[in-house]
């Protein structure tokens, strides 16, 4: 049986070229989320320290309860507001990595070694 090299060949280069933007996209992705990590745990690393010393210094048990509960609020929706945010990252991700496949498909043929003969 006889293939087409041209036509793999054509394949194969458009799927190589595919797959390495793919590649390129996932490395900017990852480190903007990483980068996004890092900087809210050490927001949120920082900001519980700062709650710590307060409760601590607090003079009553009563603010001492207040400060914790406005803190653990606090803490809450900025933990939404990051998981929102990460979401959003990850889904851009996602499309990042099919953004150079699109219309690969489309250019495939419906018989791919047309032309060819079935040996018998």
Known sequence: MNIRLDTMQGFNKDGLDATMKSFGAVSQ???????EAVDYSKKSFEQGTQVLEKILGAKSLDTALELQ?????????????????????????AKEI???FEGFVGKMPTVPFAGQQASS
């Not at 992705?29 to 980068?35: K, L, M």
């Not at 509960?69 to 991700?93: G, V, W």
């Open 29 to 35: 992705s990852v480190q903007a989320i990483a980068a």
């Open 69 to 93: 509960s406005d803190y653990l609020k606090a803490s809450y929706e900025s933990f939404i507001a990051q998981s929102n945010r990460m979401s959003e990252l990850y889904a851009d991700l």
């Open 98 to 100: 099919y953004k150079p």
